[in-house]
């Protein structure tokens, strides 16, 4: 039976294809060169590292005061705006994104006095985001995710959201011309490590991340996951499962006793972490410590520090069941387990299990 549908032309290859294949490869190498480099200033650059602690404390704080975080951008970077956002949301962030045209247009009142504005701009110099600055009410912080830091925007912003690039992985550099690639995933990249780590801040345990985000995602594959769950049906334990919910012993903070002297160093700390080792005795989640520290007034001393942790629920440390560290075997025995160590031979942690 002859299809009703035309069918389509095949191409065969021609001299043209390898020239194709070349450009499409430069592509993925640049995006990939991208990537791998701004990991690298935000594994080795301290004002990098401090500039996204401060913009993470500011977002962090404007959620727990009932605020949100308001994300604005112009074509591109507005469409990075409404994907943050969305994340955000499935996270359990409040957020919305804001259009800056819509925004000179009686949408400024989206934003509360309690809110955080993110402006995402790869120049760093975008006319419609530095229009509705001076209409934004002083006091509301401004961070600024860019890829150029001594932009007008950035050098207007409370803090910022680094996106660098060297000069040979502009767009110009790879392509001739400044179609939006390389600059638009690095902002991306960026945004996406923001939404994960502040929702580790504010809520430390990732089984009830993972709760959340079904609850809040009922479609398509990870909602009907979260629904069989609900109705009693066992969740998967498989090993590639289990081995995702060990969180290395290297990502767990460690915070001795009297060892932090101010506010911004504990923030350093218990960033992108969602567990803390206090005193090398006690195991507390850092969703704990935050909400603490939100609702206890506390100065900028270690003493006032110390206070807190040993007063926040937790686990005393030699209290976990530990487990030996010994492929398959442990995973099939922390299946049945909610909280454990996991240990090499010598009996040194090399890992946390939270189910």
């Not at 942790?309 to 069941?321: F, P, R």
């Given at each position: 039976?002859?299809?009703?549908?035309?069918?389509?032309?095949?191409?065969?290859?021609?001299?043209?294809?390898?020239?194709?294949?070349?450009?499409?490869?430069?592509?993925?190498?640049?995006?990939?060169?991208?990537?791998?480099?701004?990991?690298?200033?935000?594994?080795?650059?301290?004002?990098?590292?401090?500039?996204?602690?401060?913009?993470?404390?500011?977002?962090?704080?404007?959620?727990l005061s009932n605020g949100k975080i308001v994300v604005?951008?112009?074509?591109?970077?507005?469409?990075?705006?409404?994907?943050?956002?969305?994340?955000?949301?499935?996270?359990?962030?409040?957020?919305?994104?804001?259009?800056?045209?819509?925004?000179?247009?009686?949408?400024?009142?989206?934003?509360?006095p309690t809110d955080v504005v993110v402006l995402i701009?790869?120049?760093?110099?975008?006319?419609?985001?530095?229009?509705?600055?001076?209409?934004?009410?002083?006091?509301?912080?401004?961070?600024?995710?860019?890829?150029?830091?001594?932009?007008?925007?950035?050098?207007?912003?409370?803090?910022?959201?680094?996106?660098?690039?060297?000069?040979?992985?502009?767009?110009?550099?790879?392509?001739?011309?400044?179609?939006?690639?390389?600059?638009?995933?690095?902002?991306?990249?960026?945004?996406?490590?923001?939404?994960?780590?502040?929702?580790?801040?504010?809520?430390?345990?990732?089984?009830?991340?993972?709760?959340?985000?079904?609850?809040?995602?009922p479609g398509g594959a990870i909602g009907q996951d979260?629904?069989?769950?609900?109705?009693?049906?066992?969740?998967?334990?498989?090993?590639?499962?289990?081995?995702?919910?060990?969180?290395?012993?290297?990502?767990?903070?460690?915070?001795?006793?009297?060892?932090?002297?101010?506010?911004?160093?504990?923030?350093?700390?218990?960033?992108?972490?969602?567990?803390?080792?206090?005193?090398?005795?006690?195991?507390?989640?850092?969703?704990?410590?935050?909400?603490?520290?939100?609702?206890?007034?506390?100065?900028?001393?270690?003493?006032?520090?110390?206070?807190?942790?040993?007063?926040?629920?937790?686990?005393?440390?030699?209290?976990?069941?530990?487990?030996?560290?010994?492929?398959?075997?442990?995973?099939?025995?922390?299946?049945?387990?909610?909280?454990?160590?996991?240990?090499?031979?010598?009996?040194?942690?090399?890992?946390?299990?939270?189910?």
């Open positions: 039976m002859q299809s009703r549908f035309p069918q389509p032309i095949v191409t065969p290859p021609s001299e043209s294809s390898p020239e194709i294949l070349s450009t499409a490869r430069t592509v993925l190498r640049a995006q990939a060169q991208s990537l791998a480099y701004i990991s690298n200033i935000y594994e080795h650059d301290a004002s990098v590292q401090a500039q996204f602690f401060l913009s993470l404390q500011y977002m962090h704080n404007a959620i604005s951008g112009m074509g591109k970077s507005y469409k990075i705006a409404d994907k943050l956002v969305a994340t955000m949301n499935s996270l359990g962030i409040h957020a919305t994104a804001l259009h800056p045209s819509d925004a000179l247009h009686g949408d400024l009142g989206v934003i509360k701009t790869s120049s760093g110099n975008t006319p419609e985001l530095l229009n509705i600055l001076p209409h934004i009410s002083k006091g509301i912080p401004l961070l600024c995710l860019t890829c150029t830091l001594d932009s007008p925007l950035a050098l207007k912003s409370t803090s910022l959201l680094p996106a660098v690039l060297p000069k040979d992985l502009t767009e110009k550099s790879v392509y001739g011309l400044p179609a939006p690639t390389t600059s638009t995933t690095a902002c991306l990249a960026v945004g996406d490590a923001v939404c994960i780590t502040l929702a580790e801040m504010l809520i430390g345990d990732l089984n009830q991340r993972r709760m959340n985000f079904g609850k809040w995602h979260f629904s069989k769950e609900q109705e009693g049906g066992a969740p998967v334990t498989d090993a590639a499962t289990i081995r995702a919910r060990i969180t290395p012993w290297d990502r767990v903070a460690k915070i001795a006793a009297g060892s932090v002297d101010s506010e911004a160093a504990l923030w350093r700390l218990l960033a992108s972490h969602a567990w803390v080792v206090y005193d090398n005795k006690k195991l507390i989640a850092t969703s704990t410590i935050i909400a603490a520290l939100a609702s206890t007034e506390h100065g900028n001393d270690a003493a006032a520090y110390d206070i807190v942790m040993t007063t926040v629920k937790g686990h005393e440390l030699a209290s976990l069941v530990s487990y030996l560290d010994a492929g398959d075997t442990v995973y099939e025995q922390l299946a049945a387990a909610k909280l454990a160590l996991v240990h090499g031979l010598d009996g040194v942690p090399t890992g946390l299990y939270a189910a």
